[in-house]
């Protein structure tokens, strides 16, 4: 398949797991275009198989610049196979209203772009603290504590599984 993947990444994670899906998804003999949201204003999704839409959630919204690709794109992603790919340090809990806090993200993501996605896949994201400037860092220190959550300020903490990202990309392709 000819697979288009486009992501939009405020400290790195979305990207990083963007890179991975590509990778991945070409060592399965996929061809993969991988661009920021910025540059997928550009394509042709008519050209694609399939099409990754990948972002991630921060105060409940999503980058800007994805909001406009989507918005910009709804059309011709509802005539190619698609997916959303949210991002989330809550997606790595089980915690019923902060799942309940992604759905209605991702459902105002739909309602601001025109597109409802026929496939979401939410990926937990990591604490980014090489990339946070210190009141961010505070702040991520704060909710890391009320999740019962150990986090060292000097370390990156990753939650994203790698595992089941192949197996949720597999079953999307399937």
């Excluded at 992603?77 to 991002?87: G, I, N, P, Y």
């Excluded at 890391?144 to 959550?149: C, H, I, N, W």
């Amino acid at each position: 398949m000819n697979i288009l993947i486009a992501y939009a990444s405020t400290e790195g994670q979305t990207r990083k797991i963007a890179r991975y899906c590509a990778d991945y998804l070409n060592g399965k003999n996929h061809t993969v275009e991988l661009v920021s949201a910025e540059d997928g204003l550009d394509a042709e999704l008519a050209r694609f198989d399939a099409v990754l839409l990948a972002g991630s959630v921060h105060a409940g919204k999503y980058q800007k610049e994805l909001v406009r690709l989507a918005r910009k794109k709804s059309a011709a992603l509802a005539h190619v196979r698609s997916a959303f790919m949210s991002v989330s340090l809550a997606a790595a809990g089980t915690d019923v209203d902060d799942w309940t806090g992604l759905t209605e993200c991702v459902n105002r993501f739909a309602d601001k772009t025109g597109w409802t996605p026929p496939t979401v896949m939410h990926v937990a994201g990591a604490f980014r603290f090489s990339e946070y400037d210190f009141f961010k860092s505070w702040a991520m220190r704060w909710i890391a504590a009320q999740k019962d959550q150990e986090v060292d300020p000097q370390t990156d903490k990753e939650y994203t599984d790698w595992a089941a990202l192949k197996k949720t990309l597999d079953d999307w392709l399937a």
